[in-house]
Protein backbone atom coordinates (compact mmCIF):
# COMPACT_ATOMS: atom_id res chain seq x y z
CA UNK A 1 0.00 0.00 0.00
CA UNK A 2 1.51 3.32 -0.70
CA UNK A 3 1.73 6.23 1.73
CA UNK A 4 -1.05 8.57 1.60
CA UNK A 5 0.68 12.08 0.53
CA UNK A 6 -0.40 15.66 2.59
CA UNK A 7 -3.05 17.04 1.20
CA UNK A 8 -1.01 20.29 -0.70
CA UNK A 9 -4.07 21.52 -3.07
CA UNK A 10 -3.77 25.35 -4.03
CA UNK A 11 -5.78 27.55 -1.39
CA UNK A 12 -8.65 29.51 -2.78
CA UNK A 13 -8.43 32.87 -3.54
CA UNK A 14 -8.52 35.14 -0.10
CA UNK A 15 -8.19 32.07 2.35
CA UNK A 16 -5.57 32.19 4.62
CA UNK A 17 -3.98 30.44 7.64
CA UNK A 18 -1.62 31.29 10.33
CA UNK A 19 1.06 28.90 10.91
CA UNK A 20 5.05 28.95 11.44
CA UNK A 21 7.10 29.46 8.34
CA UNK A 22 10.95 28.91 7.86
CA UNK A 23 11.54 30.91 5.04
CA UNK A 24 14.23 30.79 2.65
CA UNK A 25 15.44 33.83 -0.10
CA UNK A 26 18.68 33.09 -2.28
CA UNK A 27 19.85 35.41 -5.16
CA UNK A 28 22.67 35.42 -7.21
CA UNK A 29 25.20 37.40 -6.13
CA UNK A 30 26.81 40.57 -8.65
CA UNK A 31 24.61 39.79 -11.29
CA UNK A 32 24.07 43.02 -12.50
CA UNK A 33 27.68 43.07 -13.06
CA UNK A 34 27.76 39.88 -14.42
CA UNK A 35 25.14 40.43 -16.62
CA UNK A 36 25.92 43.76 -17.90
CA UNK A 37 29.25 42.08 -19.82
CA UNK A 38 27.09 39.58 -21.13
CA UNK A 39 24.49 39.08 -24.05
CA UNK A 40 20.86 39.28 -22.96
CA UNK A 41 20.67 35.85 -23.69
CA UNK A 42 23.58 34.04 -22.89
CA UNK A 43 23.16 35.54 -19.63
CA UNK A 44 19.31 34.72 -19.25
CA UNK A 45 20.53 30.62 -20.37
CA UNK A 46 23.21 31.21 -17.88
CA UNK A 47 20.34 31.89 -14.93
CA UNK A 48 17.77 29.42 -16.14
CA UNK A 49 20.85 27.12 -15.41
CA UNK A 50 21.18 28.60 -12.26
CA UNK A 51 17.23 28.34 -11.36
CA UNK A 52 17.01 24.79 -12.53
CA UNK A 53 19.53 23.75 -9.61
CA UNK A 54 18.04 26.16 -7.60
CA UNK A 55 15.00 25.25 -7.28
CA UNK A 56 14.84 21.06 -7.96
CA UNK A 57 17.16 21.49 -4.56
CA UNK A 58 14.01 23.08 -2.92
CA UNK A 59 12.03 20.27 -4.36
CA UNK A 60 14.14 18.10 -2.86
CA UNK A 61 13.41 18.95 0.60
CA UNK A 62 9.97 19.52 -0.54
CA UNK A 63 10.17 22.96 -0.07
CA UNK A 64 7.46 25.29 -1.95
CA UNK A 65 8.79 27.30 -4.21
CA UNK A 66 6.08 30.94 -4.10
CA UNK A 67 8.35 33.01 -6.37
CA UNK A 68 11.09 33.78 -9.07
CA UNK A 69 12.14 37.18 -8.95
CA UNK A 70 14.51 38.15 -11.55
CA UNK A 71 17.56 36.44 -10.20
CA UNK A 72 15.78 35.25 -6.85
CA UNK A 73 14.07 32.33 -5.79
CA UNK A 74 11.66 32.72 -2.37
CA UNK A 75 10.83 29.14 -0.95
CA UNK A 76 8.89 27.78 1.93
CA UNK A 77 9.43 25.00 4.30
CA UNK A 78 5.88 24.70 6.45
CA UNK A 79 3.42 25.52 4.17
CA UNK A 80 1.15 24.59 2.87
CA UNK A 81 2.05 21.45 4.46
CA UNK A 82 4.21 20.66 7.45
CA UNK A 83 6.71 18.74 8.36
CA UNK A 84 8.22 18.08 11.99
CA UNK A 85 11.75 19.69 10.82
CA UNK A 86 10.84 22.52 8.53
CA UNK A 87 13.74 24.76 9.66
CA UNK A 88 16.65 21.88 9.25
CA UNK A 89 15.20 21.30 5.56
CA UNK A 90 15.54 24.75 4.81
CA UNK A 91 19.09 25.35 5.78
CA UNK A 92 20.16 21.60 4.04
CA UNK A 93 18.61 23.43 1.34
CA UNK A 94 20.23 26.72 1.51
CA UNK A 95 23.28 24.78 1.68
CA UNK A 96 23.15 22.28 -1.04
CA UNK A 97 21.76 25.33 -3.31
CA UNK A 98 25.04 27.43 -2.68
CA UNK A 99 27.05 23.99 -3.72
CA UNK A 100 24.71 23.66 -6.16
CA UNK A 101 25.41 26.74 -8.18
CA UNK A 102 29.13 26.69 -7.18
CA UNK A 103 29.54 23.68 -9.10
CA UNK A 104 27.81 25.35 -12.11
CA UNK A 105 30.07 28.04 -11.74
CA UNK A 106 32.94 26.22 -12.40
CA UNK A 107 31.83 24.43 -15.38
CA UNK A 108 30.56 27.63 -16.68
CA UNK A 109 34.58 28.69 -16.03
CA UNK A 110 35.65 26.28 -18.25
CA UNK A 111 34.71 27.96 -21.40
CA UNK A 112 34.68 31.69 -19.56
CA UNK A 113 35.64 33.48 -16.26
CA UNK A 114 32.35 33.67 -14.44
CA UNK A 115 32.03 34.03 -10.42
CA UNK A 116 28.21 32.65 -10.22
CA UNK A 117 27.58 32.31 -6.62
CA UNK A 118 24.46 32.32 -4.49
CA UNK A 119 23.78 34.54 -1.26
CA UNK A 120 21.05 32.55 0.86
CA UNK A 121 19.03 34.16 3.76
CA UNK A 122 16.55 31.96 6.19
CA UNK A 123 14.19 32.76 9.23
CA UNK A 124 11.62 30.96 10.84
CA UNK A 125 8.97 33.07 12.26
CA UNK A 126 4.91 33.33 12.12
CA UNK A 127 3.01 34.23 9.10
CA UNK A 128 -0.13 34.56 7.76
CA UNK A 129 -0.11 31.82 4.55
CA UNK A 130 -2.79 32.07 1.95
CA UNK A 131 -3.72 33.15 -1.92
CA UNK A 132 -4.01 37.08 -2.30
CA UNK A 133 -5.51 38.67 -5.52
CA UNK A 134 -8.16 37.93 -7.46
CA UNK A 135 -9.52 35.31 -9.60
CA UNK A 136 -7.81 36.25 -12.48
CA UNK A 137 -4.38 37.56 -10.90
CA UNK A 138 -3.47 35.71 -7.58
CA UNK A 139 -0.64 34.18 -6.14
CA UNK A 140 0.16 32.10 -2.87
CA UNK A 141 2.19 34.15 -0.47
CA UNK A 142 3.21 34.32 3.01
CA UNK A 143 2.69 37.99 5.03
CA UNK A 144 4.22 39.03 8.28
CA UNK A 145 7.77 40.09 10.11
CA UNK A 146 9.33 36.93 9.09
CA UNK A 147 9.56 37.44 5.68
CA UNK A 148 11.09 40.68 5.42
CA UNK A 149 13.78 39.19 8.40
CA UNK A 150 14.15 36.80 5.71
CA UNK A 151 14.76 38.97 3.27
CA UNK A 152 17.21 40.94 5.61
CA UNK A 153 19.35 38.05 6.29
CA UNK A 154 19.66 37.08 2.62
CA UNK A 155 20.87 40.81 1.55
CA UNK A 156 23.80 40.56 4.19
CA UNK A 157 24.54 37.28 3.68
CA UNK A 158 28.58 37.05 1.94
CA UNK A 159 28.53 35.34 -1.66
CA UNK A 160 28.54 31.64 -1.61
CA UNK A 161 26.87 31.33 2.44
CA UNK A 162 24.11 31.14 4.05
CA UNK A 163 23.09 33.21 6.49
CA UNK A 164 20.16 32.37 9.37
CA UNK A 165 18.29 34.74 12.18
CA UNK A 166 18.71 33.33 16.06
CA UNK A 167 14.65 32.00 15.44
CA UNK A 168 16.24 29.67 13.07
CA UNK A 169 19.27 28.82 14.59
CA UNK A 170 18.04 27.95 17.52
CA UNK A 171 15.69 25.25 15.64
CA UNK A 172 19.64 24.08 14.13
CA UNK A 173 22.22 24.62 16.39
CA UNK A 174 22.21 20.83 17.57
CA UNK A 175 22.96 19.84 14.18
CA UNK A 176 25.14 22.43 12.22
CA UNK A 177 28.42 24.22 12.53
CA UNK A 178 28.17 27.98 12.04
CA UNK A 179 29.32 31.09 12.98
CA UNK A 180 27.96 33.79 15.23
CA UNK A 181 27.94 36.99 13.41
CA UNK A 182 26.52 39.14 16.21
CA UNK A 183 23.54 41.19 16.22
CA UNK A 184 22.57 42.80 13.17
CA UNK A 185 20.87 46.02 12.39
CA UNK A 186 18.06 45.32 9.68
CA UNK A 187 16.16 47.69 7.42
CA UNK A 188 12.62 48.79 9.03
CA UNK A 189 13.79 46.96 12.57
CA UNK A 190 13.79 48.48 16.09
CA UNK A 191 15.89 46.28 17.49
CA UNK A 192 19.17 44.23 16.29
CA UNK A 193 18.38 40.55 15.19
CA UNK A 194 20.76 37.95 15.87
CA UNK A 195 22.51 35.98 12.91
CA UNK A 196 24.56 32.95 12.56
CA UNK A 197 26.76 32.17 8.94
CA UNK A 198 25.99 28.26 8.82
CA UNK A 199 29.29 26.41 7.08
CA UNK A 200 28.46 23.10 7.21
CA UNK A 201 26.48 20.01 8.97
CA UNK A 202 27.59 18.41 12.26
CA UNK A 203 28.51 14.36 11.44
CA UNK A 204 26.17 12.39 13.70
CA UNK A 205 24.12 15.20 15.63
CA UNK A 206 21.09 14.24 16.10
CA UNK A 207 19.32 17.28 17.28
CA UNK A 208 17.53 15.75 20.02
CA UNK A 209 18.15 16.33 23.90
CA UNK A 210 19.35 18.88 26.23
CA UNK A 211 22.44 20.09 25.02
CA UNK A 212 24.79 19.50 28.38
CA UNK A 213 22.39 17.58 30.31
CA UNK A 214 22.26 13.68 30.41
CA UNK A 215 20.17 11.66 32.86
CA UNK A 216 19.45 7.68 32.63
CA UNK A 217 17.04 6.24 31.15
CA UNK A 218 14.25 5.84 32.64
CA UNK A 219 11.35 2.82 32.22
CA UNK A 220 13.32 0.72 29.16
CA UNK A 221 14.88 -1.32 31.00
CA UNK A 222 12.37 -4.28 30.47
CA UNK A 223 13.02 -3.76 26.75
CA UNK A 224 16.47 -3.37 27.08
CA UNK A 225 16.91 -6.73 28.63
CA UNK A 226 14.92 -8.45 26.06
CA UNK A 227 17.32 -6.66 23.55
CA UNK A 228 20.72 -8.30 25.28
CA UNK A 229 18.70 -11.68 25.32
CA UNK A 230 18.58 -11.20 21.34
CA UNK A 231 22.12 -10.65 20.75
CA UNK A 232 23.51 -13.52 23.10
CA UNK A 233 20.77 -15.72 20.91
CA UNK A 234 21.90 -14.24 17.80
CA UNK A 235 25.67 -14.46 18.84
CA UNK A 236 25.13 -18.27 19.42
CA UNK A 237 24.61 -18.37 15.61
CA UNK A 238 20.85 -17.99 15.25
CA UNK A 239 20.06 -14.82 13.45
CA UNK A 240 17.03 -12.73 15.04
CA UNK A 241 15.56 -10.12 14.16
CA UNK A 242 13.50 -7.53 16.58
CA UNK A 243 11.22 -4.45 15.93
CA UNK A 244 11.17 -1.22 18.08
CA UNK A 245 8.05 0.71 17.72
CA UNK A 246 6.57 3.76 19.03
CA UNK A 247 5.15 7.64 18.30
CA UNK A 248 8.23 10.46 17.55
CA UNK A 249 10.08 11.05 20.98
CA UNK A 250 9.25 8.42 22.68
CA UNK A 251 12.57 6.91 22.88
CA UNK A 252 13.31 4.71 20.17
CA UNK A 253 16.72 5.86 19.69
CA UNK A 254 18.04 6.42 23.53
CA UNK A 255 16.76 2.60 23.96
CA UNK A 256 19.39 1.93 20.71
CA UNK A 257 22.02 4.25 22.12
CA UNK A 258 22.09 2.37 25.44
CA UNK A 259 21.93 -1.06 23.55
CA UNK A 260 24.53 -0.33 21.24
CA UNK A 261 27.01 1.28 24.38
CA UNK A 262 26.28 -2.59 26.16
CA UNK A 263 26.80 -4.55 23.49
CA UNK A 264 30.38 -2.69 21.92
CA UNK A 265 31.55 -2.07 26.29
CA UNK A 266 32.68 -5.21 26.68
CA UNK A 267 33.44 -6.71 22.93
CA UNK A 268 35.64 -5.27 20.33
CA UNK A 269 34.62 -8.08 17.92
CA UNK A 270 30.78 -7.00 17.68
CA UNK A 271 30.48 -5.02 14.61
CA UNK A 272 27.15 -2.10 14.51
CA UNK A 273 26.60 -1.59 10.81
CA UNK A 274 23.43 1.44 10.82
CA UNK A 275 21.69 2.77 8.33
CA UNK A 276 19.55 5.26 8.75
CA UNK A 277 16.26 7.02 7.06
CA UNK A 278 16.02 10.30 6.32
CA UNK A 279 13.02 12.76 6.74
CA UNK A 280 13.14 13.85 3.31
CA UNK A 281 14.24 11.00 1.91
CA UNK A 282 11.33 8.89 0.36
CA UNK A 283 11.47 10.26 -3.22
CA UNK A 284 15.85 9.48 -3.06
CA UNK A 285 16.37 5.76 -4.14
CA UNK A 286 18.25 3.42 -2.10
CA UNK A 287 18.92 6.28 0.37
CA UNK A 288 18.59 3.80 3.20
CA UNK A 289 20.65 0.92 1.39
CA UNK A 290 23.50 3.68 0.49
CA UNK A 291 23.40 4.54 4.23
CA UNK A 292 24.40 0.77 5.36
CA UNK A 293 27.12 0.40 2.91
CA UNK A 294 28.78 4.07 4.35
CA UNK A 295 28.47 2.36 7.65
CA UNK A 296 30.20 -0.63 6.61
CA UNK A 297 32.89 1.15 4.95
CA UNK A 298 33.19 3.59 7.93
CA UNK A 299 32.35 6.76 5.89
CA UNK A 300 29.80 9.62 6.54
CA UNK A 301 27.42 11.43 4.14
CA UNK A 302 29.47 14.28 3.73
CA UNK A 303 32.73 12.39 2.48
CA UNK A 304 34.47 13.24 -0.30
CA UNK A 305 34.63 10.77 -3.63
CA UNK A 306 38.47 9.67 -3.45
CA UNK A 307 37.88 9.41 0.33
CA UNK A 308 34.75 6.83 -0.66
CA UNK A 309 36.53 5.49 -3.05
CA UNK A 310 39.39 4.15 -1.20
CA UNK A 311 37.41 3.37 1.44
CA UNK A 312 35.36 1.09 -0.24
CA UNK A 313 37.95 -0.37 -1.93
CA UNK A 314 39.91 -0.94 1.21
CA UNK A 315 37.25 -2.87 3.06
CA UNK A 316 36.00 -4.74 -0.05
CA UNK A 317 39.72 -6.18 -0.47
CA UNK A 318 40.36 -6.83 3.09
CA UNK A 319 37.36 -8.53 3.77
CA UNK A 320 36.48 -10.53 0.14
CA UNK A 321 40.12 -11.26 -0.68
CA UNK A 322 40.66 -11.83 -4.24
CA UNK A 323 36.49 -11.83 -5.24
CA UNK A 324 36.69 -8.16 -4.18
CA UNK A 325 36.56 -6.65 -8.01
CA UNK A 326 32.75 -7.53 -8.41
CA UNK A 327 30.83 -6.47 -5.20
CA UNK A 328 33.25 -2.82 -5.62
CA UNK A 329 31.77 -2.40 -8.80
CA UNK A 330 28.18 -2.90 -7.76
CA UNK A 331 28.24 -1.05 -4.66
CA UNK A 332 30.52 1.53 -6.11
CA UNK A 333 27.80 2.16 -8.88
CA UNK A 334 25.17 2.68 -5.89
CA UNK A 335 27.66 5.34 -4.50
CA UNK A 336 27.71 6.65 -7.95
CA UNK A 337 31.24 6.56 -7.94
CA UNK A 338 33.25 7.18 -10.94
CA UNK A 339 34.20 3.23 -12.27
CA UNK A 340 36.74 2.46 -15.13
CA UNK A 341 35.33 2.90 -18.43
CA UNK A 342 34.36 -0.65 -18.47
CA UNK A 343 32.65 -1.14 -15.64
CA UNK A 344 30.29 1.82 -15.76
CA UNK A 345 29.41 0.89 -19.35
CA UNK A 346 28.57 -2.14 -18.08
CA UNK A 347 26.40 -0.87 -14.62
CA UNK A 348 25.04 2.30 -16.29
CA UNK A 349 22.92 -0.31 -19.00
CA UNK A 350 21.22 -2.19 -15.82
CA UNK A 351 17.35 -1.22 -15.42
CA UNK A 352 15.98 -0.83 -11.90
CA UNK A 353 15.10 -4.58 -11.75
CA UNK A 354 18.82 -5.77 -12.38
CA UNK A 355 20.48 -3.35 -9.96
CA UNK A 356 18.35 -4.21 -6.90
CA UNK A 357 19.73 -8.08 -7.90
CA UNK A 358 23.20 -6.56 -7.67
CA UNK A 359 22.85 -4.97 -4.09
CA UNK A 360 23.01 -8.27 -3.19
CA UNK A 361 26.51 -7.41 -3.22
CA UNK A 362 26.26 -6.26 0.44
CA UNK A 363 25.71 -9.83 1.25
CA UNK A 364 28.91 -11.14 0.53
CA UNK A 365 30.35 -8.06 3.06
CA UNK A 366 27.84 -8.80 5.55
CA UNK A 367 28.55 -12.23 5.19
CA UNK A 368 32.27 -11.65 5.64
CA UNK A 369 32.02 -9.30 8.32
CA UNK A 370 30.03 -11.80 10.55
CA UNK A 371 32.48 -15.01 10.58
CA UNK A 372 34.40 -11.97 12.54
CA UNK A 373 32.35 -11.77 14.99
CA UNK A 374 28.71 -11.03 16.16
CA UNK A 375 27.09 -8.33 13.75
CA UNK A 376 23.73 -5.94 14.40
CA UNK A 377 21.98 -4.15 11.73
CA UNK A 378 20.21 -1.36 12.45
CA UNK A 379 17.90 0.31 10.25
CA UNK A 380 16.11 3.72 12.05
CA UNK A 381 13.28 5.94 11.08
CA UNK A 382 11.82 2.98 8.73
CA UNK A 383 9.03 5.25 8.14
CA UNK A 384 11.05 6.95 5.87
CA UNK A 385 12.40 4.54 4.32
CA UNK A 386 12.57 4.72 0.74
CA UNK A 387 10.85 2.20 -1.81
CA UNK A 388 13.99 0.96 -3.62
CA UNK A 389 15.56 0.32 -0.23
CA UNK A 390 12.70 -1.61 1.19
CA UNK A 391 12.68 -3.85 -1.97
CA UNK A 392 16.49 -4.36 -1.58
CA UNK A 393 16.69 -5.13 2.14
CA UNK A 394 13.40 -7.60 1.73
CA UNK A 395 15.48 -9.39 -0.49
CA UNK A 396 18.62 -9.43 2.45
CA UNK A 397 16.05 -10.57 5.06
CA UNK A 398 16.04 -14.01 5.06
CA UNK A 399 19.61 -14.56 5.40
CA UNK A 400 19.59 -13.14 8.68
CA UNK A 401 18.42 -16.57 9.96
CA UNK A 402 21.95 -18.79 9.60
CA UNK A 403 24.33 -15.69 10.66
CA UNK A 404 25.66 -14.33 14.13
CA UNK A 405 23.29 -11.30 13.60
CA UNK A 406 20.71 -9.47 15.53
CA UNK A 407 18.31 -7.23 12.90
CA UNK A 408 16.83 -4.15 14.69
CA UNK A 409 13.60 -2.53 13.11
CA UNK A 410 12.89 1.06 14.14
CA UNK A 411 9.79 2.48 13.31
CA UNK A 412 7.04 4.83 14.15
CA UNK A 413 3.55 2.99 14.29
CA UNK A 414 2.74 3.91 10.42
CA UNK A 415 1.58 1.12 8.79
CA UNK A 416 0.72 3.18 5.63
CA UNK A 417 4.70 4.22 5.28
CA UNK A 418 6.29 2.42 2.63
CA UNK A 419 8.90 1.39 4.93
CA UNK A 420 6.36 -0.58 7.06
CA UNK A 421 6.16 -3.16 4.57
CA UNK A 422 10.16 -4.07 6.01
CA UNK A 423 8.55 -4.58 9.27
CA UNK A 424 5.15 -6.84 8.37
CA UNK A 425 7.88 -8.63 6.01
CA UNK A 426 10.04 -9.60 8.52
CA UNK A 427 7.25 -11.19 10.47
CA UNK A 428 6.05 -13.12 7.70
CA UNK A 429 9.41 -14.65 7.37
CA UNK A 430 10.62 -14.95 10.72
CA UNK A 431 7.43 -15.64 12.48
CA UNK A 432 8.35 -16.16 15.98
CA UNK A 433 11.98 -15.64 15.59
CA UNK A 434 10.74 -11.96 15.47
CA UNK A 435 10.57 -9.95 18.17
CA UNK A 436 8.27 -6.96 18.42
CA UNK A 437 9.30 -3.63 20.91
CA UNK A 438 6.83 -1.32 21.74
CA UNK A 439 7.48 1.73 23.44
CA UNK A 440 4.24 3.13 25.44
CA UNK A 441 4.60 6.46 27.29
CA UNK A 442 6.04 6.86 30.29
CA UNK A 443 3.87 6.48 33.19
CA UNK A 444 3.87 9.26 35.89
CA UNK A 445 5.73 8.26 38.23
CA UNK A 446 8.46 7.43 35.57
CA UNK A 447 8.12 10.64 33.86
CA UNK A 448 8.43 12.46 37.58
CA UNK A 449 12.03 10.47 37.76
CA UNK A 450 13.12 11.94 34.27
CA UNK A 451 11.92 15.71 35.20
CA UNK A 452 14.19 15.36 38.76
CA UNK A 453 16.91 13.59 36.59
CA UNK A 454 17.10 15.99 34.22
CA UNK A 455 17.07 19.07 36.40
CA UNK A 456 17.93 18.04 39.76
CA UNK A 457 15.89 21.03 41.42
CA UNK A 458 14.62 20.54 45.10
CA UNK A 459 12.53 23.92 44.94
CA UNK A 460 11.27 23.39 41.57
CA UNK A 461 7.57 24.13 42.92
CA UNK A 462 5.27 21.41 42.10
CA UNK A 463 2.70 23.20 40.01
CA UNK A 464 5.94 23.78 37.71
CA UNK A 465 6.32 19.66 37.92
CA UNK A 466 2.77 18.98 37.18
CA UNK A 467 2.05 21.58 34.01
CA UNK A 468 5.46 19.98 32.63
CA UNK A 469 4.10 16.89 33.08
CA UNK A 470 0.61 17.16 31.99
CA UNK A 471 2.25 19.00 28.62
CA UNK A 472 4.70 15.68 27.78
CA UNK A 473 1.97 13.23 28.19
CA UNK A 474 4.69 10.58 29.37
CA UNK A 475 6.58 11.34 25.90
CA UNK A 476 10.46 11.95 26.98
CA UNK A 477 11.15 13.93 23.91
CA UNK A 478 8.13 16.30 24.73
CA UNK A 479 9.41 16.71 28.22
CA UNK A 480 13.10 17.79 27.31
CA UNK A 481 11.58 20.25 24.92
CA UNK A 482 9.17 21.92 27.58
CA UNK A 483 11.93 21.72 29.86
CA UNK A 484 14.12 23.42 26.74
CA UNK A 485 11.32 25.99 26.63
CA UNK A 486 11.57 27.10 30.12
CA UNK A 487 15.44 27.03 30.47
CA UNK A 488 15.13 29.99 26.89
CA UNK A 489 12.20 31.91 28.83
CA UNK A 490 14.28 31.75 31.85
CA UNK A 491 12.34 30.20 34.44
CA UNK A 492 14.81 27.96 34.93
CA UNK A 493 18.75 28.89 34.67
CA UNK A 494 21.64 27.02 35.84
CA UNK A 495 24.27 28.32 38.47
CA UNK A 496 26.83 26.13 38.67
CA UNK A 497 26.30 22.72 39.04
CA UNK A 498 22.71 22.74 40.05
CA UNK A 499 19.76 24.13 38.61
CA UNK A 500 17.72 27.35 40.31
CA UNK A 501 13.87 27.91 39.35
CA UNK A 502 13.68 31.62 38.88
CA UNK A 503 9.85 32.17 38.66
CA UNK A 504 6.41 30.89 38.96
CA UNK A 505 5.41 29.10 35.59
CA UNK A 506 1.54 30.01 35.17
CA UNK A 507 1.11 28.21 31.92
CA UNK A 508 2.77 26.16 29.25
CA UNK A 509 1.70 25.93 25.87
CA UNK A 510 3.76 24.01 23.22
CA UNK A 511 6.99 24.39 22.24
CA UNK A 512 7.80 25.98 19.00
CA UNK A 513 10.08 22.83 18.40
CA UNK A 514 6.76 20.66 18.62
CA UNK A 515 4.90 22.38 16.76
CA UNK A 516 6.16 21.46 13.17
CA UNK A 517 6.12 17.96 14.75
CA UNK A 518 2.13 18.30 15.01
CA UNK A 519 1.01 20.28 12.10
CA UNK A 520 2.76 17.76 10.02
CA UNK A 521 0.34 15.52 11.15
CA UNK A 522 -2.63 17.37 11.19
CA UNK A 523 -1.48 18.38 7.47
CA UNK A 524 -1.91 15.02 6.51
CA UNK A 525 -5.27 14.46 7.32
CA UNK A 526 -8.11 14.74 5.47
CA UNK A 527 -9.94 18.03 4.78
CA UNK A 528 -12.93 17.36 6.95
CA UNK A 529 -10.76 15.21 9.39
CA UNK A 530 -8.89 18.93 10.02
CA UNK A 531 -11.72 20.81 10.06
CA UNK A 532 -13.32 18.49 12.76
CA UNK A 533 -9.92 18.94 15.04
CA UNK A 534 -9.92 22.34 14.73
CA UNK A 535 -13.49 22.66 16.41
CA UNK A 536 -12.61 20.13 18.81
CA UNK A 537 -9.29 22.51 19.87
CA UNK A 538 -11.74 25.48 20.15
CA UNK A 539 -13.91 23.33 22.95
CA UNK A 540 -11.05 22.42 25.22
CA UNK A 541 -9.18 19.16 25.83
CA UNK A 542 -12.16 17.09 27.08
CA UNK A 543 -15.64 17.61 26.37
CA UNK A 544 -18.57 15.82 25.29
CA UNK A 545 -19.08 14.15 21.96
CA UNK A 546 -22.61 15.71 21.34
CA UNK A 547 -21.23 19.42 21.78
CA UNK A 548 -19.16 18.51 19.23
CA UNK A 549 -21.23 16.93 16.77
CA UNK A 550 -23.82 19.78 16.90
CA UNK A 551 -21.03 22.32 16.21
CA UNK A 552 -20.13 20.32 13.15
CA UNK A 553 -23.25 20.41 12.07
CA UNK A 554 -23.19 24.41 12.03
CA UNK A 555 -22.86 24.99 8.09
CA UNK A 556 -19.56 27.04 7.59
CA UNK A 557 -19.23 29.92 5.25
Not at 235 to 263: D, T, Y
Not at 391 to 412: C, E, K, N, V, W
Request: proline residues 5%.
Amino acid sequence: MSEPQPTATRPTVGTSERRPLTVLFADIAGSTAIAERMDPEDWTAIVSQAFARMTSTVTRYDGTIARLMGDGVLAFFGAPVAHEDDPVRAVRCGLDMARAVDELSAELNAKEPIDLRVRVGINTGPVVVGVVGTETANEYTAMGDAVNVAARMQALARPGTVLVSGATHRFIAALVESVDVGPLDLKGKTTAVQAYEVTGLKEGATGRGLTGIHAPMIGRDAQLARLTELFGVARAGQGRVASILGEPGIGKSRLLSEFRASVEGGDSSVRWIEGRCLSYGKTLPYHLVLDVVRSVIGVSASASEPEVREALERVMRELLGDGWAEPYAYLGHLLSLKLDPEAQARLSALDREAIKRYVASLLQVVRAISTRGPVVFVFEDLHWADAASTDALLMLMPLAADLPLLSILSSRRDRDAVGWRLVSGARDLFGDALTEIRLDPLSSDQARSLVANLLEIESLPQKTRDLILSKAEGNPFFVEEVIRMLIDRGAIRREGNSWIATASVVGVEIPDTLQGLLLERIDRLPKESRRTLRVASVIGRQFGVTILERLLEVPTT
